[in-house]
């Protein structure tokens, strides 16, 4: 999983199965992505006619599990500044009605007039801006008087256990770098610090959730490759691929050990659900 997704070069001995921005939809959205965005459009309880921001969209999974939602009535802008996932959530999402409008703009400065939506949401994506107030007050600010806000964000690493022995396992053998990538969508925030942050951005009647769900490989082999192929370290990972792929696995399968069963590898996957108006 990544922040700033970029489209990572096909690479021989990595098997890389196509570019960034499709890996991470076929592989990363099934598993997490979309079962999150019902979850949070469910929850925000998005409505008929309603006009809802996707903030961050990437692939675009919030915007067009919104659609339906709202109808011809409505209106879903998906807005990111990744230019390639912005080109895999437009064709992704060809077919919906209403037609969801797709920009690329940075979260913490919205072209949009204030008061313009009724909805915005934004999963996994407050973690990754260098001003996490900032893109708050904007979604504040372009959301009417009596609006919502949703957003997603995971827990910290601790509480994700296999992404903290993927980032070991990459620190030990690829490098600091990569096991810091994997280790950024995991900021270290409870609820209250989520509450504060909204607090000063000016947002008071706050709720948070929980969500806890199972995320299923069938090997540790398979998490590695898929985390690898939707990452944007595809290509350093690749580079050494050849030479420490038996021994990453190897170590990948032993600290895993207590998450395998007869299917392959399951583990919790731990995120914060915080509406705001
Ligand atoms: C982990 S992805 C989540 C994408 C999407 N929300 C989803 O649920 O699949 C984080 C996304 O945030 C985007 N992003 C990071 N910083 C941004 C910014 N300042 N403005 C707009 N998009 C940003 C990245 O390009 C990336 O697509």
């Known amino acids: 999983m990544s922040g700033n997704v970029e489209a990572p070069q096909e690479t021989e001995g990595w098997q890389l199965e196509g570019r960034g921005p499709e890996a991470y939809e076929a592989y990363l959205v099934p598993k997490f992505f979309r079962p999150w965005a019902e979850r949070l459009v469910s929850v925000a309880g998005t409505a008929e006619g309603e006009r809802v921001l996707d903030v961050g969209c990437g692939t675009g999974i919030v915007a067009r599990s919104a659609a339906p939602h709202v109808g011809d009535q409505g209106r879903v802008v998906g807005v990111d500044l990744n230019r390639a996932m912005l080109e895999t959530a437009r064709r ?20 949009f007039e204030d008061d313009t939506f009724d909805l915005a949401l934004s999963q996994q994506v407050l973690q990754f801006v260098s001003d996490p107030t900032k893109l708050l007050a904007e979604l504040r600010r372009v959301v009417r008087p009596g609006g919502r806000v949703g957003l997603n964000v995971l827990r910290p690493i601790q509480h994700n256990p296999s992404y903290e022995i993927l980032a070991e396992v990459l620190e030990r053998h690829v490098g600091e770098e990569s096991g810091a990538m994997i280790r950024s969508p995991f900021p270290e925030w409870s609820g209250a610090t989520l509450r504060e942050l909204m607090g000063e951005a000016g947002f008071d ?4 959730l929980l969500d806890i769900r199972p995320v299923r490989y069938p090997s540790a082999e398979e998490y590695l490759r898929q985390e690898a192929a939707s990452s944007p370290l ?3 990972i690749a580079g050494t691929y050849e030479t420490v792929r038996t021994k990453m696995v190897d170590r990948l399968e032993e600290a895993l050990e207590a998450y395998t069963d007869r299917d392959g590898v399951v583990f919790p996957m731990e995120t914060h659900l915080v509406m705001a108006s």
């Open 92 to 111: 992704e999402g060809a077919h919906l009605t209403p037609e969801v409008e797709w920009r690329q703009e940075d979260a913490t400065e919205l072209s």
């Open 205 to 208: 009647r706050i709720s948070l």
């Open 234 to 236: 595809a290509a350093s």
